[in-house]
T-cell receptor, first 111, second 115 residues
């Protein structure tokens, strides 16, 4: 079935560190891939999406590249800030408006 | 940005009782969704709803669950009767259109505890 795997449950960094959160997917069709961010007390909000192989999604300094060969969509940011502390979800959809979420990665950035 | 509201934020209820979770979607949106997240687990799709009808539901959407949006008011999820395994955070979402380019906007969730 369709699923998303995030390797890291929690990531702790200092400001200006480089961030990588790994995401791999399994899908029956050709999925659209998403990264969502969730701040405390709020629902998930879309960070960006990508729908084709080699397409790069980006927003607020975060980016990820759709890689069909390795079925991956890893999230990266060159220099994190304390305000980036949140839960990040990798997700996919195969066109039926049903979103499959990963387990989420708690990012903690210390000043 | 557009906001989805959910009422209440927390609900504690005894097993076997009925509960209604309320969602106030973005005003011009046409498609509505419920997702369920058990503590420590993935957020999972329950159901989507358009034009007064359930379009698709998952295996998690048991017979005890129902959804409706009477007269453009709240989009509701009703559970009757509740069971212990219904304890979770329930997220409502809405979108303007259908398809992967129609962004789903999520509410902050209702934490349901069934005792």
């Amino acid at each position: 079935g369709d699923s998303v795997t995030q390797t890291e449950g929690q990531v702790a960094l200092s400001e200006e560190d480089f961030l990588t959160i790994h995401c791999n997917y399994s899908a029956s069709g050709y999925p659209t891939l998403f990264w969502y961010v969730q701040y405390p007390g709020e629902g998930p909000q879309l960070l960006f999406r990508a729908s084709r192989d080699k397409e790069k999604g980006s927003s607020r300094g975060f980016e990820a590249t759709y890689d069909k060969g390795t079925t991956s969509f890893h999230l990266r940011k060159a220099s994190v800030q304390e305000s980036d502390s949140a839960v990040y979800y990798c997700a996919l959809s195969v066109g039926n408006n049903r979103i499959f979420f990963g387990d989420g990665t708690q990012l903690v950035v210390k000043p | 940005g557009p906001k989805v509201l959910q009422i209440p934020s927390h609900q504690i209820i005894d097993m076997g009782q009925m509960v209604t979770l309320n969602c106030d979607p973005v005003s011009n949106h046409l498609y509505f969704y419920w997702y369920k997240q058990i503590l420590g687990q993935q957020m999972e799709f329950l159901v989507n709803f358009y034009n007064g009808k359930v379009m698709e539901k998952s295996k998690l959407f048991k017979d005890q669950f129902s959804v409706e949006r009477p007269d453009g008011s709240y989009f509701t999820l009703k559970i009757q009767p509740t069971a212990l395994e219904d304890s979770a955070v329930y997220f409502c979402a809405s979108s303007w259109d259908w398809g992967d380019y129609a962004e789903q906007f999520f509410g902050p969730g209702t934490r349901l505890t069934v005792l």
